[in-house]
């Protein structure tokens, strides 16, 4: 079984909406929770991190965590196509990072 | 600040050769990481250091090495090249401390090996 298990999409939503990206996890251990955003044919960058569970709320970005289920998701709101891009989630135990698969959006104007 | 380079940015290699990805961060971060990124697996942990002359295994080692001598440059050595290390492989920093896990990552050197 993988560490973290992430739905591939690809997911296509028209401009506006609200998106909803999920992974799950299978080790309690783990203490970290990140979204990284990757644009075609660049290197990931960081979109949010948390360590605890519940909402954390950056613009339109919203980070969910619920621990007791190992299930972590990433909302956005008022979805705009400069959000068309992979979506992973990453997980961290002591300096270990697993990442999911990635999900794959389209924003359609 | 540059951040994060990678060279070179594509590479052919044939089975068998052996060659270094160069990485090298101007961010004075402890930690180091190669992951390679292939389709349907995303992004697995080959190597990381956590300061110069400190390194591990990730979750798909086997293949390669790595070495830290300085805090800039962590390089990652193809031994003997084989068309199942076809991918992209992208190296990231971060610190140790503080906003530890905001990994910087590279632009990445797309690998093939015929």
């Known amino acids: 079984q993988k560490e973290v298990e992430q739905d591939p999409g690809p997911l296509s939503v028209p401009e506006g909406a609200i998106v909803s990206l999920n992974c799950t996890y299978s080790?309690?251990?783990?203490?970290?929770f990140m979204w990284y955003r990757q644009y075609s044919r660049k290197g990931p960058e960081l979109l949010m991190y948390?360590?605890?569970?519940g909402n954390k709320e950056d613009g339109r970005f919203t980070a969910q965590v619920d621990k007791s289920s190992k299930y972590i998701s990433l909302f956005i709101r008022d979805s705009q196509p400069s959000d068309s891009a992979t979506y992973l989630c990453?997980?961290?135990?002591?300096?270990?990072?697993?990442f999911g698969t990635g999900t794959s959006l389209t924003v359609i104007p | 600040n540059a951040g994060v380079t990678q060279t070179p940015k594509f590479q052919v290699l044939k089975t068998g050769q052996s060659m270094t990805l160069q990485c090298a961060q101007d961010?004075?971060?402890?930690?180091m990481s190669w992951y390679r990124q292939d389709p349907g697996m995303g992004l697995r942990l080959i190597h990381y250091?956590?300061?110069?002359?400190?390194?591990d295994q990730g979750e798909v080692p086997n293949g390669y090495n790595v070495s830290r001598s300085t805090t800039e440059d962590f390089p990652l050595r193809l031994l003997s090249a084989a068309p199942s290390q076809t991918s992209v492989y992208f190296c990231?920093?971060?610190?140790?401390?503080?906003?530890?896990?905001?990994?910087?990552f590279g632009p990445g050197t797309r690998l093939t090996v015929t």
């Open positions: 990231a920093s971060s610190r140790t401390s503080g906003g530890a896990y905001e990994q910087y």
């Open positions: 080790n309690s251990a783990f203490q970290y």
């Open positions: 948390t360590y605890s569970s």
């Open positions: 990453a997980i961290v135990t002591g300096n270990q990072f697993y």
């Open positions: 961010m004075n971060h402890e930690y």
């Open positions: 250091s956590v300061g110069a002359g400190i390194t």
